[in-house]
């Protein structure tokens, strides 16, 4: 069982950045695939940005060049630096794991990941 918790998460204006944070249970968070979603009201959960077991990464396009993935192993977290932010950034920012085997692909589906955070409120005002 892998709990996860984020943090971070808050009203910027428009152009700003925000840093969220997901802090993750267990022995073995080196060996877990890491993502971050976001679901705004009335939409579906939508993939943001992934970093592998070994340190790869993608990213949405439309957060290619504004949001940084990154993992610290010694302190089992995943973070998320969310730059130029735009009010079609507002959302609840979800973290997620996956511990099952990574085949060394990049995972950006919501059903590839295990487990789940609660979800942080991020919103961007015009």
């Known amino acids: 069982q892998v709990q996860l918790v984020e943090s971070g998460g808050g009203l910027v204006q428009a152009g700003g950045s925000l840093r969220l944070s997901c802090a993750a249970s267990?022995?073995?968070?080196?060996?877990?695939?890491m993502g971050w979603f976001r679901q705004a009201p009335g939409k579906e959960r939508e993939f943001v940005a992934t970093?592998?077991?070994?340190?790869?990464?993608t990213y949405v396009d439309s957060v290619q060049g504004r949001f940084i993935i990154s993992r610290d192993n010694a302190k089992n977290t995943v973070s998320l630096q969310m730059n130029s932010l735009k009010p079609e950034d507002t959302a609840v920012y979800f973290c997620?794991?996956?511990?099952?085997?990574?085949?060394?692909?990049?995972?950006?589906?919501?059903?590839?990941?295990?487990?789940w955070g609660q979800g942080t409120q991020v919103t961007v005002s015009s």
């Open positions: 997620a794991a996956r511990t099952s085997a990574s085949y060394g692909l990049l995972f950006t589906r919501a059903r590839d990941y295990d487990y």
């Open positions: 267990g022995r073995s968070f080196s060996n877990y695939d």
């Open positions: 970093i592998t077991r070994s340190g790869a990464s």
